[in-house]
């Protein structure tokens, strides 16, 4: 079946640190990850999606200097946040996708002192 | 504005009773995933209904594409069932989703 692991799956981070967080696929292949975040008391919201040979594209409100990733093979992705601050503390989920159906990871918990 | 809108936000049920939720979408959209939230965040994929009536045990989910709206369904509640369900549209193929708030089902005995 189709699995998505998410590494780590809870993180503690000091306020303008950085902290890089993982996303493997297994059993198929990740043509496209989608990045989400949750913070507390909303739903979530799209980061960046990034498909195979294609630039990456962010959403409005989250940009690549902040948020930079990396897809360089159809199984794994990773996402760091730079500079971490109190509004970026939430669950980061992971969607990968081959085919029509979106798989998600368990998610990143984000906490930042 | 939200274009996904979920209702109601929450919902107290007796287990056994049934229960309809709403999903709306202000635009059009290419499909759109009906998923339940566990309560430490993970995401449970319950239906990917792009069109069409589909059914999983006492869940079932109708999506009437043209109208911009899907429900679903869920029969004979039971406690297990508590939990924020999420409807999360793609407007264009392969573009990301974009998630409702939620509705917070507690099923009580």
């Known amino acids: 079946g189709a699995l998505v692991y998410q590494y780590p799956r809870r993180t503690i981070c000091k306020s303008g640190t950085s902290m890089r967080m993982e996303c493997q696929a297994v059993?198929?292949?990740?043509?496209?990850v989608a990045w989400y975040r949750q913070s507390p008391q909303k739903t979530f919201e799209l980061i960046a999606l990034?498909?195979?040979?294609?630039?990456?594209?962010?959403e409005q409100n989250f940009t690549q200097e902040k948020f930079p990733i990396s897809h360089p093979n159809l199984s794994f992705s990773s996402m760091t946040v730079l500079n971490a601050y109190l509004e970026d503390r939430g669950l980061y989920l992971c969607g990968a996708r081959d085919g029509h159906e979106q798989y998600f990871g368990p998610g990143t918990r984000l906490t930042v002192l | 504005g939200q274009q996904v809108q979920q209702s109601p936000a929450s919902l107290v049920l007796q287990e056994g009773e049934n229960a309809e939720l709403q999903c709306n979408f202000s635009?059009?959209?290419?499909?759109m995933q009906w998923f339940y939230q566990r309560p430490e965040g993970s995401l449970v994929s319950l239906f990917y209904n792009p069109s069409g009536t589909k059914q999983s045990g006492r869940l079932t989910s109708t999506t009437v594409i043209k109208e911009r709206r899907s429900s679903l369904h869920i029969s004979s509640s039971q406690i297990t069932d508590s939990g924020t369900y999420l409807c999360?549209?793609?407007?264009?193929?392969?573009?990301?989703?974009?998630f409702g708030l939620g509705t917070r089902v507690s099923v009580f005995p």
């Open positions: 999360a549209m793609e407007r264009y193929y392969a573009q990301g989703l974009t």
């Open positions: 635009t059009s959209l290419n499909s």
């Open positions: 990034s498909t195979v040979n294609s630039a990456i594209k962010y």
């Open positions: 059993g198929f292949q990740a043509t496209s």
